[in-house]
């Protein structure tokens, strides 16, 4: 079963750091794209940042240019969304996707999700 398993959520003050991790399975990590979304109280699910399967990244949040960043570890078939100074408008709930090889910005290409992962940032 292709299986996506996002943690490492939690509560964090405004400026400060958080690490989540998208562990994955039951497909050829190294042939997909993993992209990450989040949804904001009372907003609708936006895509935030992907990498390919390349190791590219793109960016489709502005205001998280230079404050997230993407690692893959093939290894350990993981996926690690860096935050660093976080801010309070960050607080969402966290998901990560997989897409064959290419990011894309829209949720109807993810072939499979993982169940989210809450952070909340505080002022």
């Known amino acids: 079963d292709v299986q996506l398993q996002a943690s490492g959520g939690g509560l964090v003050q405004a400026g400060g750091s958080l690490r989540l991790s998208c562990a994955t399975s039951g497909f050829r990590f190294e042939d997909y794209a993993i992209g990450w979304f989040r949804q904001a109280p009372g907003k609708e699910r936006e895509a935030v940042l992907c990498?390919?399967?390349?190791?590219?990244?793109?960016y489709y949040v502005d205001s998280v240019k230079g404050r997230f960043t993407l690692s893959r570890d093939s290894a350990k078939k993981m996926v690690y969304l860096q935050m660093n100074n976080v801010k309070p408008e960050d607080t969402a709930v966290y998901y990560c996707?997989?897409?064959?090889?290419?990011?894309?910005?829209?949720?109807?290409?993810?072939?499979?999700w993982g169940q989210g992962t809450l952070v909340t940032v505080s002022s």
């Open positions: 990498v390919a399967a390349s190791g590219d990244s793109t």
């Open positions: 996707a997989a897409d064959f090889w290419s990011c894309k910005e829209q949720e109807s290409w993810y072939d499979a």
